[in-house]
Structures are given as structure tokens and as C-alpha cells.
């Protein structure tokens, strides 16, 4: 089963590279992390971008719910944090986001995992969690150092609308030095 997910971001004008584009020590380490992947086409990534030079579209393409968790344990903390920060300071969008190829039930599971337990980022991850904001939220798992949460989605359309994302907490745990894992099962 392979599982598309296509990504189109905006930017207002051409001043500032997509962050797709640009090269740091961050996207150079998950370039280098996607390498092995891509070379076994569990995971392929294919970018274009519009005619006026306006509009980036990603398209990833995962051989199975397995590399899609790959992928997205490569898409780590500091990865999306350094990216929040380059968007926002250009004011770069995410227009639309789909994924396509899962027409069952599945899971997504998201440990979250604090080096210092009981800090204000944690108790805020857990209060936005527990709002369970798109009503996916199936079972939320409390420790002294982790939260874990599951969510269950009814097929790949029902993630594209009302997945569970935590990017308005990114610079938050980041700073925390909070890491995280998901993955991807079938119900």
C-alpha cells in the first residue's frame, strides 16, 4: 500500500528560498537521514514549484505505514521547530495538506518524551491534548517523563481534515529538549 502525502506551501513573494530549498546543518541531517530510504524507495520525495515561483508542492510518497512512521520520526522536534521559525519569519503558508492511500481504519501513536519532568510545555501538551480539538483522540497516556497519544483516524480523507498536529507547541518543546516519536498501525 503506498501512502501519498502532498504538501502545498505559499510564500507572498520570492525574496526568501522555500525551506524545502534551503541548506543548514538541520535539513542536511535529515536529507542525510532520508538518503538510505529514498535509495530503497520506501520513501520518495518530489518537489516542483509553481510557474510564478509563489507556490511549493511536496509530494512524499511512503511504501507502507512503517515508512510513513520513518518519515515522520525524521521530521523530528528540531526539524519542524527550525522550520516553524524560517516560515514564520517569512511568512511562508501551508495552503493544503492530503494524504491518500490508507482507505481503512489505522492509528497514529505520538510519544512525546521530556528530559525534565512536570515543565509547563508538558502540561500544556497535555491540556491541548485532552481538548481532543477533532474528536480522534482514542487514548491519552500520562508518566512522570512521557505522554503518549493515540489517535484513530477512519481512513487517509478523515487524517487529511482533522489530524492532531502540535506545531503551535514546537518552539515550546523544542526548548524543553522534548523529543518524539509516532507511528503509524493499522486497527
Known amino acids: 500500500m503506498a501512502i501519498t502525502i502532498t504538501t502545498v506551501y505559499?510564500?507572498?513573494?520570492?525574496?526568501?528560498?522555500?525551506?524545502?530549498?534551503?541548506?543548514?546543518?538541520?535539513?542536511?541531517?535529515?536529507?542525510?537521514?532520508?538518503?538510505?530510504?529514498?535509495?530503497?524507495?520506501?520513501?520518495?520525495?518530489?518537489a516542483t514549484i509553481s510557474n510564478d515561483n509563489l507556490n511549493l508542492t511536496l509530494v512524499s510518497t511512503a511504501a507502507d505505514l512503517t515508512a510513513l512512521g520513518i518519515r515522520a520520526n525524521i521530521m523530528s522536534v528540531a526539524l519542524d521547530n527550525d522550520f516553524t521559525t524560517y516560515t514564520t519569519q517569512h511568512s511562508h503558508t501551508?495552503?493544503?495538506?492530503?494524504?491518500?492511500?490508507?482507505?481503512?481504519?489505522?492509528?497514529?501513536?505520538?510519544v512525546y518524551h521530556f528530559p525534565t519532568p512536570g515543565s509547563a510545555v508538558e502540561t500544556a501538551l497535555n491540556?491541548?491534548?485532552?481538548?481532543?480539538?477533532?474528536?480522534?483522540?482514542?487514548?491519552?497516556?500520562?508518566?512522570?517523563?512521557?505522554?503518549?497519544?493515540?489517535?484513530?483516524?477512519?481512513?487517509?480523507?478523515?487524517?487529511?481534515?482533522?489530524?492532531?498536529?502540535?506545531?503551535s507547541l514546537i518552539p515550546d518543546l523544542h526548548a524543553a529538549?522534548?523529543?518524539?516519536?509516532?507511528?503509524?498501525a493499522m486497527v
Not at 501551508?94 to 505520538?110: H, K, Q, W
Not at 474528536?135 to 482533522?162: E, F, K, M, P, Q
Open 10 to 46: 505559499a510564500r507572498p513573494d520570492t525574496s526568501a528560498e522555500f525551506y524545502y530549498n534551503i541548506v543548514n546543518d538541520v535539513q542536511t541531517s535529515v536529507k542525510s537521514s532520508l538518503a538510505p530510504h529514498r535509495d530503497t524507495s520506501s520513501l520518495l520525495v518530489n
Open 94 to 110: 501551508r495552503v493544503s495538506y492530503t494524504m491518500v492511500g490508507i482507505d481503512a481504519p489505522f492509528t497514529c501513536t505520538t
Open 127 to 167: 491540556t491541548q491534548l485532552s481538548d481532543n480539538i477533532h474528536g480522534r483522540l482514542s487514548n491519552l497516556i500520562v508518566t512522570t517523563s512521557t505522554i503518549t497519544a493515540i489517535h484513530t483516524y477512519s481512513n487517509d480523507a478523515d487524517y487529511s481534515t482533522n489530524f492532531w498536529s502540535d506545531f
Open 177 to 184: 529538549g522534548a523529543t518524539r516519536t509516532i507511528n503509524y
